[in-house]
């Protein structure tokens, strides 16, 4: 079936340093692919998505990288600080089928 | 601001109990969902509505039900809990066309014992 791979499951930063999480997804129907961060005792909240018509997308420090040939996408965050600290989870979706990567937990060191 | 509410923050019941967990959304969403969430798993689909009335299976519908008599209200419903389903429970909502951001409440951890 269809599924979403994510990479690393840890990662840990120094603050002020970049950090990029990466997924790859099977199922060629899908056009749009979201990326959500989940705070401790939180629900998870959209930080930035993508569609499939577009290869980059920036909103300040966070930046989603799409490559539909290869089938991935990848979530960078730069100058990283102490509050970025979560889990992030990668998304594709399409035929009204969301599949999410397992998560990313964030560590940034102060 | 959307707001999806989750009835229960922590839960503990025992094995056999049948559990209702509950979610309503204030923004007048037609799509509701249910997932689980373990680590390592990510989040794992078990039901999702819609429309009111209408249900469908996700991907570990086994050992659940649902419930949508109204537009806003979502029910997960465990018949008869066992220990393998102690987990986080997400409940999410997103308007009606495909594809596009959903809102999750809080979250519900549920622990049966």
């Known amino acids: 079936g269809e599924n979403v791979e994510q990479h690393p499951s840890t990662l840990s930063v120094q603050e002020g340093d970049s950090a990029v999480i990466k997924c790859t997804y099977s199922d060629s129907a899908s056009n749009y692919f979201p990326w959500y961060k989940q705070e401790l005792g939180k629900g998870p909240q959209l930080i930035i998505d993508i569609r499939s018509n577009v290869g980059e997308k920036k909103d300040q420090r966070i930046a989603v990288t799409l490559n539909k040939t290869a089938k991935h996408f990848s979530l960078h965050i730069t100058e990283t600080q102490p509050e970025d600290s979560a889990v992030y989870f990668c998304?594709?979706?399409?035929?009204?089928?969301?599949?999410f990567g397992a998560g990313t937990r964030l560590f940034v060191k102060a | 601001d959307v707001k999806v509410t989750q009835s229960s923050r922590y839960l503990v019941k025992r094995t056999g109990e049948k559990v209702f967990l509950e979610c309503v959304q204030d923004m007048d969403h037609e799509n509701m969902f249910w997932y689980r969430q373990d680590p390592g798993l990510g989040l794992r689909l078990i039901y999702f509505?819609?429309?009111?009335?209408?249900?469908e299976k996700g991907d570990i519908p086994e050992g659940y039900s649902v419930s949508r008599e109204k537009k806003e209200r979502f029910s997960l419903i465990l018949e008869s809990a066992s220990t393998n389903q102690t987990s986080m429970y997400l409940c999410?909502?997103?308007?009606?066309?495909?594809?596009?951001?959903?809102?999750f409440g809080q979250g519900t951890r549920l622990t049966v014992v």
């Open positions: 999410a909502s997103s308007p009606g066309h495909l594809n596009t951001e959903a809102f």
């Open positions: 998304a594709a979706s399409g035929s009204f089928k969301t599949i």
């Open positions: 509505s819609y429309d009111v009335k209408m249900k």
